[in-house]
């Protein structure tokens, strides 16, 4: 498990517009937690919420092995925000995945 705080701290402006993808989750409180059951199962929890609550990303994802070749997997996400808020603009875009591996 891990969990954290990304700040930010702005020292001087510069003039124009600036493109930084990574201020994105800035202001927001991010957190990991995974499981490993056994060698063929694991499950994985992820997020991020604002401080201020209007904006926040949440994963859930269960992966099990079949065989010696085989992964399925299977995920979810939910995004939910204001619409000004930069993680809470993707709010519709909240979806579940199924997904088959196969290694050889």
């Known amino acids: ?3 954290g705080y990304a700040g930010e701290v702005v020292t001087s402006r510069s003039g124009g517009e600036t493109f930084a993808p990574d201020r994105g989750t ?3 409180i991010l ?15 992820e997020g991020a919420m604002r401080d201020n609550g209007d904006g ?3 994963e ?5 092995a079949y065989g010696d070749h085989w992964r ?3 995920a979810a996400t939910l ?5 000004d808020d930069f993680i ?3 709010r519709r875009n909240s979806h579940v995945a199924a997904s088959v591996r196969y290694s050889f």
């Not at 957190?31 to 929890?45: E, G, K, M, N």
């Open 1 to 3: 498990m891990i969990a």
């Open 26 to 28: 800035a202001r927001s």
């Open 31 to 45: 957190c990991r937690a995974s499981l490993t059951i056994d060698a063929a199962r694991s499950i994985a929890f």
């Open 56 to 58: 926040g990303y949440f």
């Open 60 to 64: 859930a994802e269960y992966s099990q």
């Open 72 to 74: 399925g997997t299977l």
């Open 79 to 83: 995004i939910a925000g204001r619409a």
């Open 88 to 90: 809470g603009q993707y």
